[in-house]
Nanobody, 120 residues
Framework: QVQLVESGGGLVQAGGSLRLSCAAS????????MGWYRQVPEKQRELVAV???????NYADSVKGRFTISRDHAKNTVYLQMNSLKPEDTAVYYC??????????????WGQGTQVTVSS
């Protein structure tokens, strides 16, 4: 069994910053890509940023230049540094990872979500 636990959400004023963390635990052989998604009520979950095991990154156009994704392989943790936050960044943020529990067994795992609220 593997799980992802997020932390770091909260309430911040527009222009402020937050840092989200997501730690993977359990039976882990290797972690491939890790990413952050967000969702607002009545809308589909959307990709915010993703980072591969080699460190390649990809961002949604709406967050480029403001958000930075990074990971610590030793801690099985991915981070999302969010700067210059806007009210439209308000959402529940979910961590996601492709985790191999052995050589052939891959699991796509989601965290429980953490609320980010940006006030104007």
């Amino acid at each position: 069994q593997v799980q992802l636990v997020e932390s770091g959400g909260g309430l911040v004023q527009a222009g402020g910053s937050l840092r989200l963390s997501c730690a993977a635990s359990g039976r882990i052989f290797i972690i491939n890509a890790m990413g952050w998604y967000r969702q607002v009520p009545e809308k589909q979950r959307e990709l915010v940023a993703v980072i591969t095991s080699a460190g390649s990154t990809n961002y949604a156009d709406s967050v480029k230049g403001r958000f930075t994704i990074s990971r610590d392989h030793a801690k099985n943790t991915v981070y999302l540094q969010m700067n210059s936050l806007k009210p439209e960044d308000t959402a529940v943020y979910y961590c996601n990872a492709d985790i191999y529990v052995n050589l052939v067994g891959k699991r796509n795992v989601w965290g429980q979500g953490t609320q980010v609220t940006v006030s104007s």
